[in-house]
């Protein structure tokens, strides 16, 4: 994975960013492949959403450099990362709660026509993409308001891989999910994996992690503790890094 | 995504919203009670000439209450758009009268400061982050202190340009069908009503305004320049209180500087009244104009009835606590 001949989908290198004097992420390099899952861990306040709010435009680092398929990239809003197929499923969803799924699915990327927004084709396209989601759903024509946990979180998830994805941001994709929804989101990340999208997933349960991320990286007080091959560690030794902070040896 | 989930689904084909048009429901049926009412119990109510006056009190708070429903759509609020309106009515004064350019310019001049005006209360609140409530009650001010400086607080009147005269209580439709006599101010609010409607439900703007009240954050991060539309919409629904500027001056046949200061609450309250959310997100058009109809039958009526002016107002209030608890209850249903 790691070969140096290969060019990295993503580098973020040396990033940095701080609110109102706190370094929340420190001086952090991290990198992610074509096909590629890397897991980021570490405590609630790590500085791991932080760190990849910089990728996903949401925040802009104050230090560090972005290179996009080895060149460096300039991602001042979420728009610009939109434009270098960098989507996100952030840990709140972001849903418009008054619009209904195609109009959060499209929302920022309305289909068009005849300079009024499409609904019909809009409505179309979720169906169709959500009937390779989640069969079951069927809340087409109501605000997304009144779906359940899992149904918004399939609208989130169908908005991110739609609009064919390079770079997969996943923030706790399974965090407000049951048991059978979570391995749909698992089999899901293995099939997009297999597409050769490079996803940077954030979790929690280690478990999940060890199944699904090639590589792990893990943070503690916005500094990386460091970077390993999920095949070459144990559980316990990255547990140990989330928590005491020790590389293993 | 679950097993549990089939139980709650529906296959709900044109079932969005269905909550505000339930809403719209009891707003129109409240409204076919009060005509009911006062049909009955206030003389001459029902007559033709008073229909008129009614309609033509409703053309004016329609229109504004159209402007503070894009606004509040949009997770905002408008206290500017009485005194706004009364600015622009100012300026079509000036370009007319003092000026004595044609009708189209005054026209322009009308919504063209509507809008700017507008522009400038999007841009304090986007770009310089002041609260809505606290922009808007800045505009209002300035726009009313404006509008007694250029007309050095006199009305102006508009005999210069008898067409002024079109814009509002003539009736051009008795043209087409004689005897019809609906002023035209009437027609112009629906016409405003429906491009404002069409606006909203079919269009890039209508539905950044429907995501800007709905989650700001997540408006952000679809990529939408949230500024620019903020801005955007401000803009819209101060040329909209143009319009209502327009109407309101034509149908006095003057520019009165001291009018407009009140207008902006009952143009609210005919949003609330239809079901549009003060806390943004949702609302509709056709209900806001059912809303500004409660408002001018209920005064009308009460008037009528020989009831004490002020208590229409005590009446305002109460409509719009039991509105906003309507709308409240509507939601947790849903």
Redesign the interface.
Same mark, same amino acid.
């Given at each position: 994975m790691t070969s140096p001949k290969r060019t990295p989908l993503v580098e973020l290198r040396d990033i940095s960013i701080s609110f109102g004097g706190i370094k929340a992420v420190d001086h952090v390099s991290v990198d992610l492949y074509p096909g590629e899952v890397v897991g980021l861990l570490g405590h609630n306040g790590a500085g791991k959403s932080t760190l990849i709010k910089c990728l996903s435009g949401a925040y802009q680092a104050d230090g560090g450099e972005i290179f996009i398929n080895g060149e460096k990239a300039s991602i001042q809003n979420p728009r610009d990362a939109r434009n270098y197929n960098i989507e996100t499923i952030y840990q709140t969803l972001a849903l418009a709660d008054n619009l209904d799924a195609a109009s959060n699915l499209f929302l920022g990327r309305e289909l068009m026509a005849n300079g009024l927004v499409d609904d019909a084709k809009m409505e179309a396209e979720t169906r169709r993409i959500m009937g390779r989601l989640n069969p079951n759903f069927r809340k087409f024509n109501v605000p997304v308001s009144a779906l359940s946990g899992g149904q918004r979180q399939s609208v989130a998830i169908a908005r991110a891989v739609y609009f064919n994805a390079r770079i997969l941001i996943m923030d706790e994709p399974t965090a407000a999910l049951g048991p059978h929804e979570t391995q749909m989101v698992a089999e899901l990340i293995r099939e997009l994996k297999a597409q050769g999208l490079g996803i940077f997933l954030i979790e929690h349960d280690i478990h999940n992690v060890m199944k699904l991320c090639d590589r792990a990286s893990v943070m503690k007080n916005g500094k990386l503790i460091g970077t390993v091959d999920v095949k070459k560690v144990t559980d316990d030794d990255i547990l140990g890094m989330i928590i005491m902070g020790k590389k293993p040896a | 995504?679950?097993?549990?989930?089939?139980s709650?689904?529906?296959?709900?084909?044109?079932?969005?919203?269905?909550m505000a048009a339930l809403q719209k429901v009891v707003a129109f049926a409240v409204l076919v009670i009060m005509l009911l009412f006062f049909s009955i119990f206030a003389p001459n109510f029902a007559a033709w000439n008073n229909m008129v006056n009614i309609m033509q009190a409703t053309a004016v708070n329609g229109v504004l209450g159209v402007a503070v429903t894009f606004v509040i759509i949009a997770g905002g609020i408008d206290l500017a758009v009485g005194t706004m309106m009364t600015l622009t009515a100012v300026v079509a004064g000036l370009v007319l009268t003092n000026l004595g350019l044609p009708l189209p310019l005054g026209i322009v001049g009308a919504l063209a400061s509507g809008g700017l005006m507008g522009a400038f209360s999007g841009w304090t609140i986007a770009k310089l982050k002041i609260p809505p409530f606290i922009a808007t009650l800045g505009m209002m001010q300035i726009a009313r202190g404006l509008a007694l400086v250029f007309s050095e607080a006199k009305p102006i009147y508009f005999n210069s340009t008898p067409s002024y005269q079109y814009i509002s209580p003539e009736s051009s439709i008795t043209l087409l069908i004689p005897g019809l006599e609906i002023p035209n101010g009437v027609f112009i609010m629906f016409i405003v009503a429906i491009i404002a409607s069409?606006m909203l439900n079919?269009?890039?703007l209508?539905?950044y305004i429907? *995501?800007l009240? %709905?989650?700001e954050?997540? *408006?952000?991060? %679809?990529?939408?320049?949230v500024d620019f539309w903020k801005i955007t919409t401000y803009a819209l629904s101060g040329a909209i209180c143009g319009v209502a500027g327009l109407l309101v001056s034509s149908r006095l046949n003057s520019a009165q500087p001291a009018l407009g200061l009140g207008y902006e609450l009952d143009a609210i309250a005919a949003a609330v009244i239809g079901g549009t959310s003060l806390a943004g997100?949702?609302g509709t058009i056709l209900g806001t104009i059912i809303g500004a109809f409660i408002m001018s039958v209920l005064t009308n009526g009460l008037r009528i009835m020989g009831v004490q002016e002020e208590w229409k107002i005590v009446v305002t209030g109460l409509i719009i606590i039991i509105a906003v608890y309507v709308d409240i209850v509507l939601r947790k249903k849903?």
């Open positions: - | 995504m679950t097993d549990t989930t089939l709650e689904q529906q296959d709900g084909k044109g079932g969005m919203f269905t069409i079919r269009t890039i209508g539905r429907f *995501a009240g %709905s989650n954050e997540a *408006a952000r991060l %679809s990529g939408m320049n997100g949702r849903m």
